[in-house]
């Protein structure tokens, strides 16, 4: 006999996947980055935490990234610009993606 609560996780299960895949759109204005310091068949790894050993969760082609939101200010803000981590969403089409970039290969730009 099946316990109550696995339909449960089964549906939450669901509702993500549903939640993840649905299409999301960037603001207008400030707060949109792009891509610096990287050949143009190079790309930049987006990790899933503020860490090069971290999973990387997407990849950022120079000049062919979709866009870039800077999500908070990139940190430790103890730390020189170029070593702080900076969280971002990745908005490429209907793809949604949330992670962290090294600021060293970002830099503003209005969102479109």
Same mark, same amino acid.
């Given at each position: 006999? &099946?316990r109550? *609560? +696995?339909?449960?996780?089964?549906l ?12 999301a759109?960037?603001?207008?204005g %400030?707060?949109?980055? *792009?891509?610096v310091?990287f050949?143009?068949y ?13 999973a990387i969760?997407?990849?950022?082609? %120079?000049?062919? +990234?979709g866009?870039i939101h ?8 103890s730390?020189?610009w &170029? ?6 969403? +990745?908005?490429d ?5 949330k992670? *962290?970039?090294k600021?060293? *290969? ?5 969102c479109?």
């Amino acid at each position: 006999m &099946a316990r109550p *609560y +696995h339909h449960l996780l089964g549906l939450l299960a669901a509702l993500s996947l549903v939640a993840t895949t649905l299409p999301a759109q960037a603001t207008s204005g %400030p707060g949109c980055l *792009y891509v610096v310091n990287f050949a143009p068949y190079d790309v930049l790894n987006m990790r899933a935490r503020p860490s090069a050993r971290s999973a990387i969760v997407d990849q950022l082609p %120079p000049r062919r +990234h979709g866009i870039i939101h800077l999500d908070a200010k990139c940190r430790p803000l103890s730390r020189p610009w &170029a070593s702080r981590w900076c969280p971002v969403t +990745h908005y490429d089409g209907d793809r949604v993606t949330k992670g *962290y970039v090294k600021a060293r *290969y970002i830099r503003d730009s209005d969102c479109p």
